[in-house]
């Protein structure tokens, strides 16, 4: 058996949360619409009992909603609200059963087979501040899913016999934008029970498998499994600790607690740690934040800590530390066996930790598989992380103006160009300073580049040579307004 | 009799202690790279150094091949890329040729030889770039010649393959040094790097072995 629970008016419940005196006027929750549309022609997506008093309904534009009423209190969607209703329903649903489907935003299923007790009075019992939960009872989840809906058959154990005499509009919850739908009511079915007595054989080869669906779970012929929700679980753990730390080996100790606490949510869940945060707070009231990707999923403590630890080692906090959070990134603990073709880490646990010491030795994001830039932008490049996911860096086939790869100065260097004005742009003719002075004896270019020309504050223009020197040396030289030359790199 | 004692003692020693000997297979130098830009041109366990032979040998070309030769089916890394002078370009390479490599970005000689330390005592990864080419060369000058004997024997441990590139002889214990050539001129430019590559010649250079 199952039960369904419904809140009638859930947007309007949502968004009178935060506006409570309001609810005691006609009030509607108005649809998001394009920024060109006008407001008046935006349409109500819900409406509170008083103003369905004063007559009206959801669905009306809101210039016809204001002739009606003119005291009627436009409301805004509010995302955050819902879902707190929404999380505060499901777990109404799951003090009755274990077992329970988000079936839509306002409405959930519980499975209730596993229930001995009585469940009518407990069903009658439930509350929720502000709302009233409907619900109905049935032998398939989506019947009690559509029993619910309606008035008629909400509170009760109903049967498919019991849906007959609910309008056909009921069904839209099924059907809604299936253009059968709209094909069977212009045949001039009223209610669910006129479909029923349609012959399924038929009216399946007329208009397709789905109405044939509807048909079964009409009749109750059709018992679907649950999607079962499990909310979003958790690791956070966090240390505040009453003396502030001054040295680094007590708060080793207390990761260590915490990561031995972890490991053993993480191993009654089956599950293992693929990313560790690690966030610590200073008496200063700055904090330090550092995420590390473990290039293999990892249960032991051991293989967790190495990593942490380096991190820790190479850490120079400019205050006390007030407090210790370490979250984590969960995914399933890797069981299949290596691969026989392709090439993986013979150690990952141990690259793990290279890379944590490379990042205490250069500094954070020095380290990385890089990628070009989106952007015509000098030097733009991003860098994704080395460990983890190696999908992350992503390949691209598009292949460099150049066929010979820069040997890029980072920073650029400055030089003075000796040069001369043709057709009013610079064109170089001998470095005069620099690591590399010459006579210029060949030039491509030059190639004018530019960005960014929509922000007048980061727009940037420049030339680009790519110049031969008499010592044969190849390099890229750069111009920029009113007179900054620079060579960008060098072609070894 | 005293030297056949010495030989059965070290014998002895390195069955005890095959770690600290380790594999002291001295790989001999081809006489002639023909696929320059393919991994197994370098010795497995052992130094191998390259060397420009004049301005424009082709050095970036050298490391373009090499990306370009490596694996692509494999979605981890082939090779990582130590570079001392933080000069890489990921702009002069394709994404996916960028994506084969793990890219150490240091700012002096000694970041340099520290990073290539705990990357050959690592040994995840079968080949280490070590590019010295924009350091100055007071710096690599200061830098101790133990710490490269160190390396080495680091390397024949791991048996990864580390190839040193600078612009004249770094490394005192290589196995292998060689020098590209490649001629380029700005003429070049306008062709596509596939008919550069081939331009790039390695031959080897002899080596003064101190052991």
Known sequence: MFAALCLQDFLIIAALRNHAMEGAYPCAVLEAGPASTSREKLSLLATNPAARIAGIRSGWPLHRALVRCPDL??????????????????????????DVELTAPDAVIVDLSGRSSPVTAALDRLTLAGATIHHARALTPDLAHLASRHPATRGKMISPADLAPLPFSVLDLLAAGHPSGKLLKSWGLRTLGDFMELPRQA???????????????????????????????????????????????????ALKRLLHTLAGRLASRHLAASCLEIRLVLTSGAEWMRRVRLPEPQTAVEGMLSPLQTLIDSLKPAAPIAALRLDVETTFATAAQREWFGRQLPQPERWAETLAKLDALLGHGRVGIPAPGD?????????????????????STAHPACPVPLHRFRPPREVAVAHELRNRKPWPLALLTGPHPGEITDRRGPFPISGDWWNPDASWQRLEWDIQLMSHQLLRLVFQTPNRWTLEGIYR | MAASAVEILRQQLRDQFPQAHGLRTSPAPSPLLEKPFSVDSFPIGA?????????????????????????????????????????????????????????????????????????????????????????????????????????KQAVERTGLRLVVLATSPLVPCASLRVSLSAGLSLADFDRAQAELLPRVHASPNQLRRAT
Do not use: Y
């Open chain 1, 73 to 98: 209190r436009i409301l805004s969607r509010d995302p955050a609200a819902e879902a707190i209703l929404r999380n505060e329903l499901f777990l109404i649903a799951e003090s009755l059963a274990a």
């Open chain 1, 203 to 253: 009216v399946t080869e007329r208009l397709g498998p789905d109405v044939g669906t509807w048909h079964d779970l009409l009749h109750g012929k059709t018992c679907r499994l649950l999607r079962l929700h499990r909310p979003p679980e958790s690791f956070g753990q966090g240390v505040d600790f009453d003396d502030p730390l001054v040295s680094l080996d007590p708060l080793v100790f």
């Open chain 1, 375 to 395: 952007s015509f932008a000098p030097d733009a490049f991003v860098l994704h992380p080395a460990a983890g996911a190696p999908s992350a860096a992503p390949n």
């Open chain 2, 47 to 151: 130094i191998s150094e390259v060397l420009p032979a004049g301005p424009s040998a082709g050095l970036a070309l050298f490391m373009a091949g090499l990306l370009d030769e490596s694996e692509s089916a494999n979605s981890l890394p082939q090779l990582v890329l130590i570079d001392g002078a933080d000069a890489f370009d990921p702009n002069s390479f394709p994404g996916d040729a960028c994506s084969k490599l793990v890219w150490v970005r240091c700012t002096s000689a000694l970041e340099m030889l520290k990073a290539a330390d705990l990357l050959v005592h690592d040994g995840n990864m079968p080949f280490v770039l070590l590019d010295s080419t924009g350091v100055k060369r007071q710096d690599l000058n200061a830098l101790p010649a133990a710490a490269w004997w160190r390396m």
